[in-house]
């Protein structure tokens, strides 16, 4: 009996399959001022990609993505997208997409992870109570802009990696990584980038993870569907130059009366969408539907104080969650053109434009729907002004099956680290890329968020707390360990 060779060779096997996720969340434990600073040091950068004037600071967010994914030993690419066109007939260069490789082992699963490290605006003026681009540490809550919308989630899945790579474990699983710097206002360029390298980058990737969404309340949660956005402009233009309303006004057909009055036919008040096949071309809630809905962790109450209202449109839990995860709505953005400072300027203007979108649908049919709609509605008017209607923001609605093993993974990391079961839950937002990947690449996509539910995402005083960005860490860990039992050939 030759007992040394025989524990030698356990002790191998050893090392290779057993899953040491106590010292991995250890690790992440005890390196979590580092990963704050590294959140710091990316709030710092102001990547607002709304804002051209700071298109600098988004290239220079996309290098330094970079640098931290070459550092780790990587295979990085930045993919020039190409230009973008603005409203004045200018271009300008896209922030170009962090590509990523660690790993290319073809007996192992491949998860491609996809985030954005752009950010809405925000400026302390806006309210904020603390300087928005820098990252402040509220009683564990870490404050910034693009903290929680999604700076935090792609350092967390950065840490994931570089925590095995740390502790000199092998990567369970090939991870690659897309992270691109125009999510905020509609992902241009990116949707072309996907389609071109659909035979190459993504043609070994087996699955697509996304953590650009939250959780509903304090109990984790995975994400299998998220409602579509057609974004409009609606202009109507009337006399050639604004008027005194003293000496014109009674004569002229005002651009804003016409204006309210289309404004006013789009959605009644109890929340009715009055275009016509908007709202029918969603199926009914299934009851299997329902049921999920009912098990789900809500609390209506605490929504409306959070949100501070007394009465909401609909008074019970399903409801309420159906018209936020699968209903279309309409929202009034703002108007443009309109006289917004204090006093009283007596004007008629000539120009407005309506800004509005039209939550769910497939692009395309919501807006020959919408506009065709208004033009119907504007036609009876009989106004000489003009009207016209453009989409300029059209993404698709995604939805995903939550019985599936990809989901099945998730749902065993959520025990693993917080000891419970997730919330199956969808998102009233949108994440426009989610279905291009699921048409152009084929490949199954899990969104499994680590925000919170009261992070204020696009909103004033944006946080991610230390608590989920840390454990959120954890939960990274702990999938790409699960992800890597799905047998490839149940792909
Ligand atoms: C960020 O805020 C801290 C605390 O208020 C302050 O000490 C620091 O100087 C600020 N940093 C920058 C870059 O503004
Ligand atoms: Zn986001």
């Not at 330094?64 to 300008?92: H, N, Y």
């Not at 490789?101 to 806006?126: I, M, R």
């Not at 998102?427 to 204020?456: C, L, N, Y």
Request: glycine share 8%; with cysteine; hydrophobic share 40%.
């Amino acid at each position: 009996m030759n007992l040394p060779v025989v524990s030698v060779i356990l002790l191998v096997v050893s090392t290779v399959h057993a899953f040491q996720y106590t010292e991995l969340a250890q690790y992440i434990d005890s390196h979590q001022e580092e990963y704050v600073e590294a959140l710091r040091d990316w709030v710092a950068i102001e990547s607002d990609s709304s804002n051209v004037q700071k298109r600098p600071e988004l290239h220079r967010m996309m290098e330094m993505t970079a640098q931290k994914l070459r550092l780790m030993g990587g295979t990085v690419e930045l993919v020039d997208i190409g230009e973008q066109e603005l409203p004045d007939g200018q271009t300008v260069t896209l922030p170009k997409v962090v590509t990523a490789q660690f790993g290319n082992d073809p007996s192992k699963v491949t998860v491609c992870v996809y985030g954005h490290v752009d950010v809405q605006p925000a400026k302390l003026e806006d309210g904020w109570a603390t300087e928005p681009y820098n990252l402040t540490d509220i009683n564990g809550n870490l404050y910034g802009r693009g903290a929680s919308d999604n700076k935090a989630p792609v350092l967390a899945w950065i840490h994931a990696v570089g925590a095995y790579q740390a502790l000199n474990m092998e990567l369970p699983v090939n991870v690659k990584y897309v992270i691109e710097g125009m999510e905020e206002t509609g992902s241009n360029g990116l949707d072309a980038m996907i389609l071109a390298q659909r035979d190459t980058f993504f043609s070994d990737v087996d699955y697509i993870i996304i953590s650009d969404c939250s959780w509903l309340s304090r109990r984790p949660a995975l994400t299998y569907g998220t409602r579509g956005n057609c974004y409009f402009f609606a202009e109507v233009e009337g006399p050639k130059q604004d008027l005194h309303s003293g000496v014109y006004g009674g004569t002229v057909i005002e651009p804003m009366t016409d204006l309210i009055g289309i404004l006013d036919t789009m959605i009644n008040p109890s929340g009715k969408i009055l275009i016509p096949g908007i709202r029918e071309a969603v199926a009914p809630l299934s009851d299997e539907e329902w049921k999920m809905y009912q098990d789900i962790e809500f609390d209506v109450e605490n929504y409306k104080s959070k949100i501070g209202v007394s009465h909401l449109m609909y008074t019970n839990k399903v409801d309420l969650l159906a018209h936020l995860w699968r209903y279309p709505t309409v929202t009034i953005h703002g108007i443009e053109g309109a006289f917004s400072d204090r006093g009283t300027k007596t004007v008629i203007p000539l120009r407005l434009s309506l800004i509005y979108h039209v939550i769910f649908l497939y692009p395309v049919v919501v807006m020959l729907q919408v506009t065709d709609y208004l033009h119907s509605v504007f036609a009876k008017r009989k106004s000489p002004n003009k009207l016209k209607v453009t989409m300029v923001i059209g993404a698709k609605p995604w939805l995903a099956d939550p019985q599936q093993a990809l989901y099945e993974a998730g749902k065993a990391a959520v025990r693993r680290v917080f000891d419970m079961e997730p919330d199956l839950i969808r998102e009233g937002g949108t994440i426009p890329i989610a279905k291009t990947f699921q048409d152009v690449t084929g490949k199954s996509i899990i969104m499994m968020p680590i925000g919170g539910f009261d992070d204020g995402l696009h909103s004033q005083n944006e946080k991610m707390s230390r608590y989920n960005y840390i454990e959120g860490t954890k939960l990274f860990i702990a999938y790409l360990n699960e992800v890597s039992k799905i047998q490839k050939t149940s792909v």
